[in-house]
């Protein structure tokens, strides 16, 4: 924690021998979501059970679809991208990983994509939209 007064002078507070970069990360690992999600990447088929809050009444909605990216580095920032198709028109919904409204991710089918973003999954249809599935060996696991 830094307190400016002047430009040139700048006086450094110490509260309990810690730093400002220790105070966050000990406010991050006390308030963070500590919730574990399988390991999932763009391309795979995940279904998200997220909380809905109706009023005074909670229910848990299963959205279904391909991961279409996956951004930030740390657990705090980090969001992913789910596609899915409802009717003709496709859908997309981004959920942060640190919500505390996501009860659970299932993976449901790992796809086997060569790019982070599949941004022209957007643009395919019928059966250019389907993707390969990863196949796992014995030795790989």
């Known amino acids: 924690m830094f307190l400016y007064l002047q430009p040139k002078n ?3 507070i110490k509260i309990n021998s ?3 970069m220790d ?3 000990l406010v991050q690992e006390q308030n963070g979501v500590s919730k574990a999600f399988p390991e999932f990447s763009s391309g795979d088929t995940v279904t998200v059970h997220y909380i809905i ?4 009444k909670e229910r848990i909605q299963q959205y279904k679809g391909v991961v279409i990216q996956r951004k ?3 657990l705090n920032t980090a969001t992913f991208t789910v596609r899915k198709m409802s009717g003709e028109i ?3 919904r981004i959920f942060p990983l640190a919500s505390p409204f ?8 790992y796809g086997k994509v060569r790019r982070a973003r599949i941004f ?3 643009k395919l249809t019928g059966k250019k939209a389907r993707i390969a599935e990863r196949k796992f060996t014995a030795s790989s696991l």
């Open 23 to 25: 105070l966050m990360k």
């Open 53 to 56: 809050k109706e009023g005074n």
């Open 102 to 109: 996501i009860e659970k991710i299932e993976v449901n089918k």
């Open 90 to 92: 496709g859908v997309e």
């Open 72 to 74: 930030g580095g740390s």
């Open 18 to 20: 810690l730093s400002a």
């Open 120 to 122: 022209y999954f957007r």
């Open 10 to 12: 700048k006086i450094e």
